[in-house]
């Protein structure tokens, strides 16, 4: 018999088709414009041999091998939910007695899945808050430092989350929009808590069709659509500061900045421009000067920054151009350069970030709230900027400088990851199992067999979505979507927030955790809160009943275009914004105040300390960029037929201009060491001309397949980028991801590579039936 179900993911809704309590396809939401390919790869994830069939302890766990024995070697060893249960009760209570509440890391980063009553972060932070508290990690991998600078500069993270100046804007006002890192197509697949429609595509098409002109200033080519018809220009990573600088210096030069909108709406921009003209400090910011750094030509920089200051332009950067060192620097020069432009707050123009880093961004559509999950309160006061993991388990008991603050960094006993995978998402994953190995205890919830749940010591599996009914919904999308419960539970698997509420009874706070409510009590409850707060916003929508037997509610898209900062612009005073001097802040004096000399008062080029210009590129000459993968999101969906069928020999991509490969003797499809002083990773050689000749690039998300499983030096055999990303802070303002700072070598692969063993069960461990 075949059921066909309302569901919904990161990647798209859809409508999940049962044969014999099987997910057999996911067939794309009738309304989507344009879906996406990830919903193939389903069925295989959901019922393959990567799903965690029921709860596993660590051999060495069970033995009392305890802070410092080394994680994913060993053998698990399958147990019976009751006693699962009270080990992990036993433990927790007895870590919070030992060492307090700080010592249990819980921040549990990660996208978890689609659904905001189920999401497995939301109800770890939820049960460990009310346990007495835990050590949250602050802001995210996506823009860390984007989002601690900008508050500083426009009073505001909207810059980024949106909502932005929307595409219809763009549409009719924009000429020329400069796209620093492009405005990949990958990225939109996906939205963070489920897309109802990918709309991304046709309102490119529309701008292109009323004459927008794209500019792609990035390594990669394939940063754009072809439909967009852009220039290209091949920019070296890490330098685009430098660029935006000379084209400042452009402007000033010819005298073309717009002197009302800097003396109205900006603080500090004579600073700016002092450093830019070379009076601050002896350097002028000249195209010649950019070149030399960024290999674009000074005659194109002029040309770009010329044209800029003559029509309507759109300045934007993806998130990842501050995933790298001094990665503030960048976002905050392109700020400064949209003020010199005059164009912020003015339909069309100014600024925003992420048009091309998901999709949604730029989405005409009501800013109605989206259903919020169940509550959490955490009153342990513990936290760090979330990518500075490894130093927390490295330096207990020190400080670590962030955005004018001294963390005091806690003792860490237990570990707990639900709904993240810290072996996907961290830099350097040698050094972090190394830090990871001095837990007590790593407690992790799963669906599947990922790198996370291979390295920890108590496995918790975790029911997908499809197991479970749910509400879809995500602040960038038009629609609420009903999640249908599909199939049955996959072999032992539990609900994340079942697991908990047994933890919180053993720990005797059940009816405090469920608030007495069942599954079907909550979403009732939520969806209820949510159609309240859209009435107040003068928005009817159905009653539950309806909304679960339709699918889905549609909130209209609105009638005008949305521009961003537009009161601002046409009176500042009126409505300031929320820096300190109510406008943007070209200089900062509280960023100055806090005397990092990485991140002076305002935006400065840095030179990074893996780029290609260093010292360090004589010894691995290549820059190696980790992007967004387009055949899975992050890590989910790797054990899928569309990941695979893109990989080379089994190992994930590495894209290398054709001159370097024929510098090195190397062949498109042959299976390459990428290597430097961090470690070494298998992967499949990509040759293309897409690329600018220096640079490689390989997308995040191949599970890591360490060659010795348990060893923190061994080279990977799949093909994951963050073995070799160098874990350093941005700068101590944001202390975001550096991933994209990243220098390698890359040569033959000596002899034949070993099979990959990652997406099956590891050792001691049975698949699903
Ligand atoms: N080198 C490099 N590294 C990067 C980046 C980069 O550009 N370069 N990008 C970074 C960015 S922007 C991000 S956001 C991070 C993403 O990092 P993560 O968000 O940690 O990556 P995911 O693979 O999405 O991890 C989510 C995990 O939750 C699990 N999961 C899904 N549903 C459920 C559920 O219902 N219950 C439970 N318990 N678990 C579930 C999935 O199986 C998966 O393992 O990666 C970062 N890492
Ligand atoms: N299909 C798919 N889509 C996704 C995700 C996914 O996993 N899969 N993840 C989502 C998440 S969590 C996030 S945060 C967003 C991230 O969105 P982004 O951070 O914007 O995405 P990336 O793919 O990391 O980077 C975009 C492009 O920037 C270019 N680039 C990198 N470094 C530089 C540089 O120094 N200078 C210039 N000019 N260009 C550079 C690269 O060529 C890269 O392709 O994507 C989201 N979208
Ligand atoms: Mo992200």
Redesign the pocket.
Known sequence: MTEIKPHGSH?GSFEAVVENGRLVEARPFARDPFP?S?LQSMPEAVHGKARIDRPYVRAGWLRGERRGSSRGGDDFVAVEWDRVIRLVAEESARVRAEHGHASILGGSYG?SSAGRYHHARTQLHRYLGMGGGFTAQVTN???GAGMTLMPHVLGTNEVIQGPVTDWGSIRKHTKLMLC???L?L?????T?GGAGGHEYVPLMKAAVAAGVRFVN????K??VGDFLGAEWVP?R????AAMMFAMAHVVISAGREDADFLARCTVGWDRFRDYVMGAADGVAKTPEWAEAITEVPAATIRRLAMEAAGAPTMCT?????Q??EHGEQPWWALTAFAALLGGIGKPGQGIAF?Y???NGMGTPRHEVPSVAGPAVRNTCGAYIPVARVTELLERPGEILQYNGRDLLLPDIRLIWWAGGNPFHHHQDLGRLLRAWNRADTVVVQEPWWTSVARHADIVLPATTTLERNDIGSASRDRYVRAMHQAIPPVGQARNDVDILADLADAAGFRAQFTEQRDEGAWLRHLYGRWRQACAAQGIEVPDFERFWAEGFVEIPAPEQDYVQFAEFAADPEANPLNTPSGKVEIFSETISSFGYAETPGHAVWMEPTEYLGSPLAQTFPLHM??????T???GQLDSGPVAAADKIQGREPIRMHPDDAAARGLVDGQVVRVFNARGAVAAGLRVTADIRPGVV?MA??AWWNPATPGATDAACIHGNANVLTADIGTSRLGQGSAA?SCLVQIEAWPGEAPPVTVHVPPAGATAVP
């Open positions: 990647w996406g990830l996208w991998y996506s823009y620093f890192g492009g990949p990958k990225n939109g697949l996906v963070s200033i990035s390594p990669f394939g940063d920019i990573p890490n330098t685009d950067a993806t998130w990842s151009i995933r790298a992420g091309g880093s998901m960029l980790s992007f967004q993968p387009s899975r999101l992050h690039a995040t998300g994209q």
